[in-house]
């Protein structure tokens, strides 16, 4: 079974703090996925990554940045953290030109 | 790009009964719909898919159903149980089928 972990289940942090979560898969999937998850508004994109060191803006990439350096780690970064960024954060994977995504299991990300 | 919505919200039924989600979704290339079930501090798992070349798909107590002219696509849960109780998400792909759009998700309970 594909298994994603992401670092920390909840995490506190302070406005401008630089956060950093981190995401690993064990299936060697090219694809990887940030997404947040707010009630009402679904899952939406974040960052994307085709490849090692390749990625691509999603529908809400502004505040945040990425990273990835190996095949399977996928990192988010939010460069100075907001209140506005509180929110269940998922990471995804996927094979190349494979539809069905695997996710990890979130991190709760709250902004004091 | 790809848009998804998804109705209703909120779904509560009894024990027994039948449940039915539905989605619109706005780029008539998408060839591929997949369904994911979000338990509660748990991330998103894919329960079934439908591909466009079919036009129902069924697993035990759920069926997936499209329809490509209107631009549709339904879950339906039949004899419905309390482990059934999630949030549900459908979603459709982009034109290059490496990107998912999902709906806002809709909240099932299941009343014993």
């Known amino acids: 079974d594909v298994k994603v972990t992401q670092s920390s289940r909840y995490l506190v942090k302070r406005t401008g703090e630089k956060v950093f979560l981190e995401c690993v898969q064990d299936?060697?999937?090219?694809?990887m996925f940030w997404y947040r998850q707010d009630p009402g508004l679904g899952l939406r994109l974040i960052y994307f990554?085709?490849?090692?060191?390749?990625?691509e803006k999603g529908d809400i990439p502004e505040g945040y940045s990425v990273s990835r350096e190996k095949k399977e780690r996928f990192s988010l970064i939010l460069e100075s953290a907001s209140t506005n960024q509180t929110s269940m954060y998922l990471c995804a994977s996927t094979l190349q030109g494979k539809g069905s995504q695997h996710f990890g299991d979130g991190t709760r990300l709250s902004i004091l | 790009g790809e848009n998804v919505e998804q109705h209703p919200s909120t779904l509560s039924v009894q024990e027994g009964d039948s449940a039915v989600i539905k989605c619109t979704y706005s780029d008539s290339a998408s060839n591929y719909f997949p369904w994911y079930k979000q338990e509660l501090g748990k991330g998103p798992q894919l329960i079934i898919d439908i591909r466009s070349n079919v036009g129902e798909k069924k697993d035990q107590r759920i069926a997936v159903t499209l329809n490509k002219t209107a631009k549709h696509f339904s879950l339906h849960i039949t004899e419905t149980q309390p482990e059934d109780s999630a949030v549900y998400f459908c979603?459709?792909?982009?034109?290059?089928?490496?990107?998912?759009?999902f709906g806002g998700g809709t909240r099932l309970m299941v009343k014993p």
């Open positions: 299936m060697d999937h090219e694809n």
């Open positions: 979603a459709a792909p982009n034109n290059a089928g490496n990107m998912l759009t």
């Open positions: 990554s085709y490849d090692v060191k390749m990625k």
